[in-house]
């Protein structure tokens, strides 16, 4: 008998994720792939002979199990994360997931719970790409729901969320073992809740070590690869500059490690870098980057697991931590 062709296969064959192909072939809306992606998606589908399950209307309302997944945007490897997250217990535990992008619009998000209503789903999850403050619409209270990468701001429901300031701490504290004593860090945009997190955790590290807190060497960025490059300059250029920085994600770093080789600084034994989010590039720069993750997979898993498991009762927030990812650029 032969083998029925799996996406898994598709994402092999292909070359791209199991969720890319999963955006492609369920046709989300809202999702920017690049064109060439998605046709080569596309055509190995079809060369492998893969034929997808059925639609929604298809299914046995006595027998199917169904989640709907509310998301502001998919553009980036934070939210595929996310929804690989999502997709990988739902594969393992035979159920099916309904992905609806809303770019954040309260109307969006209350016309995508319509549909959740119809089609019957047995919980949703209301996510965001980037760690946030949110308002979700009032209709949000009629379905079973779990909080993924953001929080109310009356702190009501069940919220799963990185532990931003654990990894803050983290860092720091890896940069203080190494025997550091003037530690700077370049902070992403001042408004955004991550970066305010990871700011306290490194503030707690410093305390508990006993070193001081200085203005001058908390530089602010907007995540980019320029403002890490522009603050590592303005750091340099004190009086009695850094010998180590932590960058509030592995983009600025880069940036750091860019600025620090231009102005003939030696990495790490001048200044250790350490960066943040673990992304793919880190570990084939020059040092390479030693940083902390950003579970996204694993709190992907651990919202859709709580819903499963049953109404969400009380409030309250499941705080995932991150791992330290030793590298060159730290001295690790």
């Known amino acids: 008998m032969k083998r029925r062709v799996k996406m898994v296969d598709v994402a092999r064959a292909a070359h791209v994720s199991k969720?890319?192909?999963?955006?492609?072939?369920?046709?989300?809306?809202?999702?920017?792939?690049?064109?060439?992606?998605?046709?080569?998606?596309?055509?190995?589908?079809?060369?492998?002979?893969?034929?997808?399950g059925p639609a929604l209307h298809q299914i046995d309302p006595d027998r199917k199990?169904?989640?709907?997944?509310?998301?502001?945007?998919?553009?980036?490897?934070?939210?595929?994360?996310?929804?690989?997250?999502?997709?990988?217990?739902?594969?393992?535990?035979?159920?099916?997931?309904?992905?609806?992008?809303?770019?954040?619009?309260l109307d969006h998000e209350a016309a995508a719970l319509e549909n959740?209503?119809?089609?019957?789903?047995?919980?949703?999850?209301?996510?965001?790409?980037?760690t946030a403050i949110v308002e979700p619409?009032?209709?949000?209270?009629?379905?079973?729901?779990?909080?993924?990468?953001?929080?109310?701001?009356?702190?009501?429901?069940?919220?799963?969320?990185?532990a931003e300031r654990s990894g803050g701490t983290l860092a720091t504290d890896h940069l203080i073992g190494r025997g550091r004593k003037r530690i700077a860090t370049i902070t992403g945009d001042p408004w955004q809740l991550a970066a305010k997190e990871r700011l306290e955790g490194?503030?707690?590290a410093l305390a508990r070590a006993g070193l001081p807190r200085d203005g001058a060497f908390e530089?602010?960025?907007?995540?980019?690869?320029?403002?890490?490059?522009?603050?590592?300059?303005?750091?340099?250029e004190l009086p009695d500059p850094p010998d180590a920085i932590f960058c509030q994600n592995d983009i600025m770093a880069r940036g750091a490690l860019a600025a620090l080789r231009a102005h003939g600084r030696s990495v790490p034994a001048d200044v250790a870098v350490i960066g943040y989010d673990d992304r793919e590039f880190a570990k084939s720069l020059e040092p390479t980057l030693t940083s902390v993750t950003l579970p996204h997979v694993e709190m992907a898993e651990r919202a859709i697991q709580y819903l499963a498991a049953g109404t969400?009762?009380?409030?309250?927030?499941?705080?995932?931590?991150?791992?330290?990812?030793?590298?060159?650029s730290s001295g690790g």
């Open 19 to 52: 969720t890319t192909v999963s955006l492609v072939l369920n046709q989300i809306p809202g999702v920017r792939i690049a064109e060439d992606t998605r046709q080569r998606v596309l055509r190995v589908a079809r060369e492998l002979g893969y034929e997808p």
């Open 65 to 105: 199990r169904l989640y709907g997944v509310l998301i502001n945007e998919i553009s980036a490897a934070y939210p595929i994360n996310l929804i690989e997250g999502m997709q990988i217990w739902a594969d393992a535990q035979g159920v099916q997931i309904v992905i609806q992008v809303t770019g954040g619009i």
């Open 116 to 130: 959740f209503a119809r089609f019957g789903v047995d919980g949703v999850i209301y996510a965001r790409t980037f």
């Open 137 to 162: 619409p009032a209709r949000l209270d009629a379905f079973r729901h779990v909080f993924l990468n953001c929080r109310r701001a009356d702190g009501v429901g069940v919220a799963v969320l990185p």
């Open 202 to 204: 490194y503030h707690r």
């Open 219 to 236: 530089a602010i960025g907007d995540w980019g690869h320029e403002s890490g490059f522009a603050a590592t300059k303005q750091l340099l």
């Open 312 to 328: 969400p009762s009380g409030d309250r927030t499941i705080s995932v931590r991150g791992e330290l990812v030793l590298r060159q």
